[in-house]
Structures are given as C-alpha cells and as structure tokens.
T-cell receptor, first 117, second 114 residues
Framework: DGGITQSPKYLFRKEGQNVTLSCEQN?????MYWYRQDPGQGLRLIYY???????QKGDIAEGYSVSREKKESFPLTVTSAQKNPTAFYLC????????????????FGQGTRLTVV | GDSVTQMEGPVTLSEEAFLTINCTYT??????LFWYVQYPGEGLQLLLK?????DKGSNKGFEATYRKETTSFHLEKGSVQVSDSAVYFC?????????????FGDGTTLTVKP
C-alpha cells in the first residue's frame, strides 16, 4: 500500500545533540513537508520541498535543516540551535509542480514525538 | 494572507448527539477546503474535501458544504459515536503545487461520551 512512513515514533534527545527524523513516501508525490505540532495548537510549517534537490523555509525554520536528495525521502534534522525542540513532528506529501489540479490534499505520516531529556 | 478560523474547543457531546464545528476562512484565489481528523498519538487523515463553491464533501457520516458567500466550511454529523472522539482540523489549500503547504485552523477537540 502507498503511504508515508515516519521513524522513529518516539525519539529522545539530550541537550546539545542533533537528531534526524526520517520521512519516506511511496506515493510518487513531488512535494513533501514538515510540520511541528505543540499541545493544543495547530500545525506550523518548518520546511517544504516541491521537487528533488530543492527546498524552502517555512514559518519556523530556525534550528532545523532538511535535505531532499531523493524523491521518496525528506529527512529533518533538529539541531542544537533549536532551543525548544520537544514537540510532535509531522511529515506530509502531496501535490507538486507536476501534479494534477484536483490533487490538492495532503497525506500525513504517523508522526514522531521528540522529547528533550 | 490566508487564514482559517475554527470553533474553539473542547467540545463534549453525548453519543448520538448532533455535531457542528464551525470553520471560516480568508484566502486569495479559489481555495480547496478540507477537514482532517487526528486520533490520539497519530498523524492527520483526510476526512473530506470540497474543491469549489457549493460542493459538499462527505465521508463516514460527516458532511461539509463549501459556502463562498459566507466563506465557511462547517463540519456536521447527525449522530456522533464514541469512536468519533478526536481532534478535527479545518484547512485550505490554494493550489495543487502546494497541496501540503496548507493553512490549518488550530483544531477542535471532540469528546463523545457513552
């Protein structure tokens, strides 16, 4: 079945460490996205990529980095510069420059819960 | 810029009660509108969508109608079940090229009691 897989489901980070969250999709979508969700709040966009080897900052990119070397993969690194990284991270895919006009919805992974210890 | 405002929660209902969660939006252009549902500890799932004015999206007994004149997309269900307990997000997307770069509301938590 097609879908998006995020790993790990739970991740613990020590102060000063960089950690990388994995996101893989087999939906053949050009575009992929990373969101952060804090308790009781909506989703905030961190980074997005509309095509391989290209990505743009979202609303809260500081302290995060991404790469898009393959169409299927869009890993997110939470660096030590991110001062408050404890949150639920959601990866999504959908659309892109070559998608059909009616394909406007996003498909989400199951999320990674990151906790600083 | 684009924005989505949805009814603040939490909402608590008894089983078989009628549900309405209000959602209004502002957007440039002609957005597609969505309702997503998030169960505890999981990602978001698309519940229903509407891509143009007067369209009605429906799924699993939930319905929402795209009202351009009132810029609204209210979610309704005639008889809720305990299994409907979740967080519901209203969202819009202005183009397929940025389908995942949607604008989301803050979410409304629904609890249905037996």
């Amino acid at each position: 079945d097609g879908g998006i897989t995020q790993s790990p489901k739970y991740l613990f980070r020590k102060e000063g460490q960089n950690v990388t969250l994995s996101c893989e999709q087999n939906l053949n979508h050009d575009a992929m996205y990373w969101y952060r969700q804090d308790p009781g709040q909506g989703l905030r966009l961190i980074y997005y990529s509309q095509i391989v080897n290209d990505f743009q900052k979202g609303d809260i990119a500081e302290g995060y980095s991404v790469s898009r070397e393959k169409k299927e993969s869009f890993p997110l690194t939470v660096t030590s510069a991110q001062k408050n990284p404890t949150a639920f991270y959601l990866c999504a895919s959908g659309g892109g420059r070559r998608s059909r006009p009616m394909n406007t919805e996003a498909f989400f992974g199951q999320g990674t819960r990151l906790t600083v210890v | 810029g684009d924005s989505v405002t949805q009814m603040e929660g939490p909402v608590t209902l008894s089983e078989e009660a009628f549900l309405t969660i209000n959602c209004t939006y502002t957007a440039t252009g002609y957005p597609s509108l969505f309702w997503y549902v998030q169960y505890p500890g999981e990602g978001l799932q698309l519940l229903l969508k509407a891509t143009k004015a007067d369209d009605k999206g429906s799924n699993k007994g939930f319905e929402a109608t795209y009202r351009k004149e009132t810029t609204s997309f209210h979610l309704e269900k005639g008889s809720v079940q305990v299994s409907d307990s979740a967080v519901y997000f209203c969202a819009l997307s202005v183009s397929n090229t940025n389908a995942g770069k949607s604008t989301f509301g803050d979410g409304t938590t629904l609890t249905v009691k037996p």
